[in-house]
């Protein structure tokens, strides 16, 4: 089995910064690409950032320039640091990981979500 285990959300002032990380851990023979996600009450579940294997990075237009993904592929771990951050990135966030598994199978997995609130 894999665990996708999520940190570092919390409260910040509108302009501030947080930095988030997802460690996966269990029976992982490689990670491919790793993502975050986002979603805010009543609204559905959208992509953030993407990042592959080899470093390559997608971001959401609502985030670039402000939002940069990045991952230790020796600690199976994606980050994501937020920057001048607004009041509607308010959300829980949710990473997701592409994993092929020591059996040899690939399946995606899900963290189980770190809330973000922006407020003053």
């Known amino acids: 089995q894999v665990q996708l285990v999520e940190s570092g959300g919390g409260l910040v002032q509108p302009g501030g910064s947080l930095r988030l990380s997802c460690a996966a851990s269990?029976?992982?023979?490689?990670?491919?690409?790793m993502h975050w996600y986002r979603q805010a009450p009543g609204k559905q579940r959208e992509l953030v950032t993407s990042?592959?294997?080899?470093?390559?990075?997608n971001a959401a237009d609502s985030v670039k320039g402000r939002f940069t993904t990045s991952r230790d592929n020796a600690k199976n771990t994606v980050y994501l640091q937020m920057n001048s951050l607004k009041p509607e990135d308010t959300a829980v966030y949710y990473c997701?990981?592409?994993?092929?598994?020591?059996?040899?199978?690939?399946?995606?997995?899900w963290g189980q979500g770190t809330q973000v609130t922006v407020s003053s």
């Open positions: 997701n990981a592409d994993v092929t598994r020591y059996d040899g199978r690939r399946y995606s997995y």
């Open positions: 269990g029976s992982i023979l490689s990670i491919n690409a």
């Open positions: 990042i592959t294997s080899g470093g390559s990075t």
